[in-house]
Structure formats: structure tokens, C-alpha cells
């Protein structure tokens, strides 16, 4: 699996680079992991409701927060700088192992932060927790037997944006990030590389 490391891409654009990327793959391309990090943006899954916006879309705009509805799984969320954005173009069989994978590698790679986060039960919960907080949400969209979508990792990123909306449909829902569990920021560089290791490596033992 190529991995390709894209900085700070605007999302319909990474909308795009996953569509043409996913073409690719199912007529028998590389599978690819795209990292990167977003421009601040809410987006909309397959099961939002206006309810997740209660501001209403136009307010958040004034926010400097675009709003863009998606094909992905899962209800609305956050992206903005510091967050790592994970998006594996690859083919997928079982589609409930390879969230759990997915889980699993997120995981791994928290606990060579020293965080001791874990997987909870209920399709509402899907992400990874640290305790009852939300560290990393995951939403997926398989097509012909190829994902796009993925995973985003709350490293050095605002939290704020989170508490302005019903994040991952979840009213009380507590977001955390890496920085703040460990009590320092600067961690996204050297966490990105951690992440791609761990996903491969329970991508290749799939």
C-alpha cells in the first residue's frame, strides 16, 4: 500500500482525489492511505439530520466552518488543522473487520503516546474513546468492493468546533484529542508516521 502524506487539503478537493484514486483501485491499481488535514469543515454522513447543526448552516459559515454533505456512513463531524485525516483507497471484503482494523490500528498507534484508549460496543460508538471521551471517529462509503473515506484522529486540533454541533449524532458526547491527554501539543508529525505504520501493518496481516 503506497502511503501519501498530502499536508493541508480543502475537502471537496480530497473528495475528488478519492473518487478519481478509487477508480484506480477497482480496475486493479495501488491501494493508497491519504494523510492530510483539513481546512476547518463540518460533514454531513448519510445520517445526518438538520438537528446536528442547531445553529443552522449559514451561522457556522460566518465561523470561518464550511459545511459539505457527504456519502460516508455516520453522522456530522469535525475536521480542521492538527486533526489527522486518514483515507485508505483499498479493497475490503469484510466490511465490519475492516472497521475494526481500523480501530485496532488507531489504537496501537495511541498507545506509543502513552494513551490508553479502547473500541466500544453499539454501531453508535463506532471511533476510538479514551474513557468516555471521543478521540478519532471513523466513516466509511464501499463501492464495487473499494473504500474511500476513512478515519480522523484528534492530534493538536481545536476541540471548540465540537461543542458548537451534535458531533457523531451523540448529544453529551466529549471530545479529547492527543494533545490533550498528554498535556503538550507539536505531536502531529511524528503521530502521523506512527499512524501509517500501524494501519499498514494490520491492513498487510488482513
Known sequence: MRVEQLGVVEYREAMELQDRLR??????GEERLLLLEHLPVYTLGRRSGPEDLPMGEDWYRTQGIDVVRT???GRLTYHGPGQLVGYPIMRVGDVPAYVAGM???IVEALATEGIAATTR???EFTGVWVGERKIASIGIHVSHGVTKHGFAINVDNDLQ???WVVACGLGEVQMTSVCREIGHGDRLGEFRERMA???CAVAAAS
Open 23 to 28: 477508480d484506480e483501485v477497482q480496475a486493479g
Open 161 to 163: 468546533p465540537f461543542e
Open 121 to 123: 460496543e453499539g454501531v
Open 103 to 105: 480501530e485496532r490500528a
Open 71 to 73: 456519502d460516508r456512513g
Open 197 to 199: 505504520e500501524a494501519f
